[in-house]
């Protein structure tokens, strides 16, 4: 990723904190920065995430204290550099307590954390994404499998955690795992957004779920039945793993049936006399969040 400047602004004053810059002034292009941006609000045109010149594109990622501006090639995608810009100013603010009067002397030993976040990021965030699954959720890892469902229907998961047979917990979670084979083992699934996590993938993902706990219950009865190739068991978790989240996600997420305190989704549910429906252990996926961080991922729902 070819990046020609990176700048840090404080986003109250419009001072420049930090720059890596060679052939422009920090201040100035900061000022200029701070004018475009405050002539779209004016106008009433939404926050600014980038602009382009006849060669260059500078890439806006907006935080509660700085914005963080990157100049880089036109031909670059997006979404990759917004999410690069977003996390140099995540990773700014949490190493220093930004005052109404910042000294920019205070902020020069940023360029070590800078160069570590430019070398991770040579490495793709997906195989980050499975170190961090093979120390949180143990198991035998499978990255980017393509998993058949019902009705020809083939499905890519990022990375999949096969923890082996599920433990069942009393005589309800034995009856399920007997009857319906596609809850006895212990599945993850995990999808990684190398980005700010929208309300629309969340969703798509969390309803792609049930279609493995549907579909697969047909032919797999017993154990016995395997008549077809479709990917046979309902996930017992499912996690996404995301640079940040938007807030709309939170909404929609806190709308999940709810388990004991955990949000999760049912493959099956069984009623039982006057008490109802009761979802046995066995047949529970239950759904996660987690905000990427360098040090160690931060679970932000569950």
């Known amino acids: 990723m070819q990046i020609d400047g990176i700048v840090i602004i404080d986003a ?3 001072v420049p904190l930090f720059s890596k810059l060679t052939s422009i002034d920090s201040t100035l292009f900061s000022g200029f920065v701070t004018a475009i941006r405050s002539f779209s609000s004016e106008l009433s045109l939404g926050g600014l995430s980038s602009f382009t010149t006849e060669e260059k594109n500078i890439f806006l990622a907006a935080r509660k204290r700085v914005v963080t501006a990157i100049i880089a090639s036109a031909s670059l995608e997006f979404k990759k550099v917004y999410s690069l810009a977003y996390q140099i100013g995540e990773a700014f603010e949490e190493m220093y307590e930004i005052t109404e009067t910042p000294d920019q002397e205070s902020f020069k030993d940023f360029s070590e954390r800078l160069e570590e976040i430019l070398k991770e990021k040579e490495v793709p965030f997906l195989l980050q994404a499975v170190e961090f699954a093979k120390k949180e959720f143990g ?3 499978s990255i980017k499998p393509e998993l058949k469902v019902g009705h020809g229907k083939t499905v890519v998961i990022d990375i999949v955690v096969d923890r082996g047979k599920k433990k069942a917990e009393g005589i309800l979670d034995k009856l399920v795992q007997k009857v319906w084979a596609a809850f006895s083992e212990n599945i993850t699934f995990i ?3 190398d980005g700010v996590a929208g309300r629309g993938e969340v969703l798509d993902f969390i309803e792609s779920l049930k279609g493995f706990g549907d579909e697969s219950l047909r032919g797999f009865h017993d154990n016995k039945d395997h008549t077809t190739e479709e990917f046979p068991y309902f996930p ?8 940040d989240y938007s807030p709309t996600v939170f909404e929609e997420v806190e709308k999940l049936l709810r388990v004991e305190g955990k949000a999760c989704i049912p493959g099956v549910h069984v009623t039982w006399g006057a008490r109802g429906k009761i979802f046995p252990d066995s047949s529970k996926c239950f759904i996660e969040l987690w905000r990427w961080k360098q040090d160690y991922p931060e679970r932000v729902f569950h």
């Open 12 to 14: 109250v004053s419009g």
């Open 139 to 141: 198991g035998e890892v």
């Open 191 to 193: 999808k990684v957004i």
């Open 236 to 243: 017992a978790q499912a996690a996404i793993i995301a640079r």
